[in-house]
T-cell receptor
Framework: QKEVEQDPGPLSVPEGAIVSLNCTYS??????FMWYRQYSRKGPELLMY????GNKEDGRFTAQVDKSSKYISLFIRDSQPSDSATYLC?????????FGAGTQVVVTP | DAGVIQSPRHEVTEMGQEVTLRCKPI?????LFWYRQTMMRGLELLIY????????DSGMPEDRFSAKMPNASFSTLKIQPSEPRDSAVYFC???????????FGQGTRLTVV
């Protein structure tokens, strides 16, 4: 079993809809929780990160962490076609990063 | 800063040949990671260096895979002999001391035929 589980999708939504992405993790030692965005044929880039439980908002993006249930979420409001990408959740502990499989998101005009 | 630089960007090789992938981390970063990405398995951590020392190589799939970091500005991932199932995109990433973010290179797309 992978330490970080994520539904690979694809997830297709119309422009303007809210995108909801989720991950679960198994190791309670994980301290940092991140979302990376990866465009086709590019390397992943950090989108947001949070430390411990709670919410973090950045523009149209909101990241949530619930450590009690080991659940990580990313919400994208007012989605745009430029948001079409693969979104990978990641956790970090002891310097190591563990990634979910990535969810492919397609926002259609 | 040019970011993490990987070479080559694409590599096509025949089964049984030796393949060497190269990575130049961001200057000043002290952690370096090698990942492999496939559709089936996602992004897998192969090996992690800190201050040029391998810290965790538990993700290296077989003895055919080896990685070195002779200095702070260069790392290699070698596959010998290569097999078709090694076909994937290989990413190198680096991170600075105290940073949360790992910065990824553009990846090397390896195809073994």
């Amino acid at each position: 079993q992978k330490e970080v589980e994520q539904d690979p999708g694809p997830l297709s939504v119309p422009e303007g809809a809210i995108v909801s992405l989720n991950c679960t993790y198994s190791n309670s030692a994980f301290q940092y929780f991140m979302w990376y965005r990866q465009y086709s044929r590019k390397g992943p880039e950090l989108l947001m990160y949070t430390y411990s439980s709670g919410n973090k908002e950045d523009g149209r993006f909101t990241a949530q962490v619930d450590k009690s249930s080991k659940y990580i979420s990313l919400f994208i409001r007012d989605s745009q076609p430029s948001d079409s990408a693969t979104y990978l959740c990641a956790t970090s502990s002891w310097g190591k990063f563990q990634f979910g499989a990535g969810t492919q998101v397609v926002v259609t005009p | 800063d040019a970011g993490v630089i990987q070479s080559p960007r694409h590599e096509v090789t025949e089964m049984g040949q030796e393949v060497t992938l190269r990575c130049k981390p961001i200057s000043g970063h002290n952690s370096l990671f090698w990942y492999r990405q496939t559709m089936m398995r996602g992004l897998e951590l192969l090996i992690y260096f800190n201050n040029n020392v391998p810290i965790d190589d538990s993700g290296m799939p077989e003895d055919r895979f080896s990685a070195k970091m002779p200095n702070a500005s260069f790392s290699t991932l070698k596959i010998q002999p290569s097999e078709p199932r090694d076909s994937a995109v290989y990413f190198c990433a680096s991170r600075g001391t105290g940073d949360t973010e790992a910065f990824f290179g553009q990846g090397t797309r390896l195809t073994v035929v």
